[in-house]
């Protein structure tokens, strides 16, 4: 902090409205057209809060006793996501998480307390970790301290900030973008492979290549022709099965972009209950498929995975005179495959694979060609998650700057008159 500023408590400078949250089961509080009712979810990726999920009745308002907001309260989390910051573009109430921050005209700027609270929130993330329920009260967050400046002056700071953090955003948006239209590319990076070698593209999910004047040794067949076998996984509850260390369990949340990444959500069995399952065990080259929820996500089983079951997956185990296992998980996860495989799935509400599936439509290259696909997309797959991992570091790079830019705005650090138009790249 420079000598042009000092530090008093945030209550000094505004006043705090609390939140809360009518009766969720009784529908005379709730309306879809009513007035909104802010929760953290609302807020999460935005700063200025212009729409909510929910809304209430004028008897929900009055159950609760609550205020309605005007646009500029500056909203702040005291739990669940602690220090996260958003300000009321639109009247509004709040929930019981959040605290109603609204700054007295001629002692603080809306925009100068939310950039403000937004440099602290770290230290009052800290201050929850140290408290027994990992929460803030309105009496803790008025005790922040605040930095004191002339109102002229926070304005030409909030100034400065919008105009950087809009530019930042902009371009943090638009590599947003570029690495999901990256990865957007991936799946079909086969159909690519395939298109070169003339293949052609199939009529229709239904019949794919069946007709097609293929190149010489390709052949139009299904899913169910090129495996050996075709199984469930454990269907059944798991309350009394899982343990706390053991066998590895993978479900349908571990199948991820073609992976299987266990360590999202661990779960295990017990070494006997899976040594009494040997059908499910999974082993080497098997392809897994989600059958219900994120219907055709699909995974490979890579060498060296080591011992694991699995729950309410299809498991296809491929004949390896006709199919390579590569092969077949990288053409079923491709766009193609995965909406003939959609389209097999029974359920309308929720939709679900079952043994239909058999009759996917496949494009069965000669074996030594569909080695050469599989190394071909595997290089391009590695050009594009190389710069998809960029694009991420270079977004990464950018909030860290963001956030110290705003630091050193609202503390003083950086003299705003001054301060060069650059952005880092």
């Known amino acids: 902090m420079d000598e042009r500023t000092g530090s008093v408590k945030l209550k000094h400078v505004a006043h705090f409205v609390a939140g809360g949250t009518p009766d969720t089961n009784n529908e005379q509080f709730w309306s879809e057209q009513g007035i909104p009712w802010v929760s953290i979810g609302d807020m999460s990726a935005v700063d200025i809060v212009t729409s909510t999920a929910k809304s209430l009745t004028e008897a929900g308002v009055r159950n609760r006793r609550l205020t309605l907001g005007e646009p500029g309260t500056v909203l702040f989390a005291m739990y669940a996501s602690v220090g996260a910051v958003a300000t009321l573009g639109i009247a509004a109430t709040w929930n019981q998480a959040l605290l109603g921050i609204v700054p007295k005209p001629q002692r603080a700027d809306p925009r100068f307390v939310a950039y403000w609270l937004k440099h602290y929130a770290p230290e009052a993330v800290a201050e929850a970790r140290s408290a027994t329920q990992a929460n ?47 990865q957007e590319t991936l799946p079909n990076l086969i159909a690519r492979e395939l298109k070169a ?20 040794g390709w052949r139009a067949s299904t899913l169910g022709r090129v495996l050996r ?28 972009n073609g992976t299987i990444d266990f360590d999202r ?59 390579s296992p590569e092969y077949l998980a990288t053409f079923l996860q491709c766009n193609f495959g995965k909406q003939a ?32 696909i599989v190394d ?14 960029d694009l991420e570091r270079s977004i990464a790079l950018l909030a860290e700057y963001k956030s110290s830019l ?20």
């Open 406 to 425: 705003i630091s050193a705005a609202v503390t003083g650090q950086l003299d705003v008159t001054t301060a060069g138009s650059t952005i880092p790249g």
């Open 197 to 216: 070698r003339s293949a052609g593209t199939p009529q229709s999910i239904e019949t794919g290549w069946e007709g097609h004047q293929l190149p010489e």
């Open 229 to 256: 076998q075709l199984t469930n996984g454990y269907v059944g509850p798991t309350r009394d099965i899982l343990v706390d260390d053991g066998i590895r369990y993978i479900q349908s949340v571990h199948i991820k």
């Open 265 to 323: 959500r661990p779960f295990y069995v017990s070494e006997e209950w899976h040594a009494a399952r040997r059908r499910i065990n999974l082993r080497a080259g098997d392809v897994l498929i989600v059958q219900t929820g994120a219907v055709g996500q699909v995974a490979l089983v890579p060498e060296g995975f080591g011992e694991a079951s699995c729950h309410a997956l299809l498991i296809a185990r491929a004949n390896s005179s006709l199919i």
């Open 376 to 389: 071909r997309v595997r290089e391009d797959q590695q050009v594009v998650r190389a710069g998809i991992r």
């Open 136 to 182: 803030l009260n309105a009496e803790q967050v008025a005790n922040f301290p605040f930095t004191e400046m002339d109102l002229a002056e926070q304005r030409r700071i909030a100034d400065f900030i919008d105009d950087r953090v809009s530019r930042l955003d902009r371009i943090i948006a638009a590599r947003r973008r570029q690495a999901r239209l990256l």
């Open 341 to 372: 495989m959609l389209a097999r799935a029974t359920g309308a509400l929720h939709p679900h694979l079952e043994a239909g599936v058999r009759s996917t439509p496949l494009l069965l290259p000669p074996r030594s060609v569909q080695d050469q």
